[in-house]
């Protein structure tokens, strides 16, 4: 059965940085296009970032220029480094193998202000 599992949040200070982990058992992710959206409180799951398998990246306009998503095909892991975080990134956070359409459990992000 295949699986991801989410790892990084927790709390930090407005202006602060976290880096998200997503660890994927599927034998076929360095094919798969992965991405991470967020969902906060009382508001609807909305997009935030994917990597195609080339690497190539695309990030929702309220994140570019502070997150970076990239991928390690060794590890069979992705990453969303988030820098000068602010109290609405708050939410939870969660990866996607895009091709094979499942999803992680989610981890926490909380940014206090």
């Known amino acids: 059965q295949v699986q991801l599992v989410e790892s990084g949040g927790g709390l930090v200070q407005s202006g602060g940085s976290l880096r998200l982990s997503c660890a994927d058992s599927a034998p076929t992710f360095s094919r798969n296009t992965m991405a991470w959206h967020r969902q906060a409180p009382g508001k609807q799951r909305e997009w935030v970032a994917m990597?195609?398998?080339?690497?190539?990246?695309n990030l929702a306009d309220s994140v570019k220029g502070r997150f970076t998503i990239s991928r390690d095909n060794a590890k069979n892991t992705v990453y969303l480094q988030m820098n000068s975080l602010k109290p609405d990134d708050t939410a939870v956070y969660y990866c996607?193998?895009?091709?094979?359409?499942?999803w992680g459990q989610g981890t926490q992000v909380t940014v206090s202000s």
């Open positions: 990597i195609g398998i080339a690497g190539n990246t």
């Open positions: 996607r193998n895009v091709d094979l359409d499942y």
